[in-house]
Structure formats: structure tokens, C-alpha cells
């Protein structure tokens, strides 16, 4: 894998990043890191917000710290989230990779995690106010992380 330049983010993936507040048992560990991301404890995720937490994501995945993120330091990172014991089918790490790998070599620089993020932050604000409701949340990782929709 090539070396890229340690930019930011990281989401969530990239994508990853999108979990609910809500506290039923599929979610309940993304609730504490959502909470962790709302700085401004207003119940809602600003731009600002979900791209700091997105690079920090970033950053956990990146285990060998090359500025890259791999399916397989994903699949590290993400083995014992709730989300992977998801009963719904989720998407691969290699297939949410695949989302936003800009120049298709198989991993995601920094660069692109924060783009890709930044797109999924768009897409989940449904009444563009700036600001992800726990139900925006919610409903855009459900879309966009389940292998229903591809």
C-alpha cells in the first residue's frame, strides 16, 4: 500500500461513523461515541463535530499509522462494534472502502475519509439545517451502511 500524507479524518467509515444515539442493543456502543462527538452537548452533530470525530475514527483505524486505511485494519477496528452483529446484512469493509477510494487502489487516505465523509454528512442532513438529528443519524447509516443498499 502507498504511503499517504497524515491528513484528517476519518469517519466512517468512513463511513463508519454514523451510528445512532438511540440505545437500543444494536446501537448502544455507538451511543457513547456519538455522545463523545456532540462537544456542544446539544443532542445534534454539527458539520464541525462529525468531521472531528470522522478524523479521529480515522486515526484508530490507521493501526500502522501510514497514513492509509485498509478492509483489513477496518475490519480490526470494527470486529466488536455492535453494528458488526448487526442482524441487518452490513457492507464489507472493502465495499464502504470502495464508496470512497478516489484513486480505486484499494485503501483510503486520510484525504479521501474526509471527503467521503463530509458527503455522507450532506446526505444524512435531510432538512439542511447544518445539524444531524438523532433520527437523521440514525436513518443515513441504515441506508448507507447495509449491504441492501449499494
Given at each position: 500500500m502507498?504511503t499517504f500524507?497524515?491528513?484528517?479524518?476519518?469517519?466512517?467509515?468512513?463511513?463508519?461513523?454514523s451510528p445512532?444515539?438511540?440505545?437500543?442493543?444494536?446501537?448502544?456502543?455507538?451511543?457513547?461515541?456519538?455522545?463523545?462527538?456532540?462537544?456542544d452537548?446539544d443532542?445534534?452533530?454539527?458539520?464541525?463535530?462529525?468531521?472531528?470525530?470522522a478524523?479521529?475514527?480515522?486515526?484508530?483505524?490507521d493501526?500502522?499509522r501510514d497514513?492509509?486505511?485498509t478492509a483489513?485494519?477496518m475490519?480490526?477496528?470494527?470486529?466488536?462494534?455492535?453494528?458488526?452483529?448487526?442482524?441487518?446484512p452490513?457492507?464489507?469493509?472493502?465495499?464502504?472502502?470502495k464508496?470512497?477510494?478516489a484513486d480505486?487502489d484499494?485503501?483510503?487516505s486520510?484525504e479521501e475519509?474526509?471527503k467521503?465523509?463530509?458527503?455522507?454528512?450532506?446526505?444524512?442532513?435531510?432538512?439542511?439545517?447544518?445539524?444531524l438529528s438523532?433520527?437523521?443519524i440514525?436513518?443515513?447509516?441504515?441506508?448507507?451502511?447495509t449491504?441492501?443498499?449499494?
Amino acid at each position: 500500500m502507498k504511503t499517504f500524507p497524515t491528513c484528517t479524518l476519518a469517519l466512517t467509515c468512513t463511513l463508519a461513523l454514523s451510528p445512532a444515539f438511540a440505545g437500543d442493543d444494536e446501537h448502544k456502543g455507538h451511543a457513547s461515541e456519538l455522545k463523545m462527538m456532540d462537544t456542544d452537548k446539544d443532542g445534534r452533530l454539527s458539520a464541525a463535530e462529525h468531521a472531528m470525530g470522522a478524523q479521529k475514527m480515522f486515526q484508530k483505524m490507521d493501526a500502522d499509522r501510514d497514513g492509509g486505511v485498509t478492509a483489513d485494519e477496518m475490519d480490526a477496528r470494527h470486529k466488536d462494534m455492535p453494528s458488526s452483529h448487526s442482524s441487518k446484512p452490513m457492507k464489507s469493509s472493502a465495499e464502504k472502502i470502495k464508496m470512497i477510494d478516489a484513486d480505486g487502489d484499494g485503501a483510503i487516505s486520510a484525504e479521501e475519509h474526509e471527503k467521503g465523509s463530509q458527503k455522507m454528512f450532506s446526505k444524512m442532513d435531510k432538512d439542511q439545517d447544518g445539524k444531524l438529528s438523532q433520527a437523521e443519524i440514525q436513518a443515513g447509516h441504515d441506508r448507507m451502511m447495509t449491504a441492501e443498499e449499494k
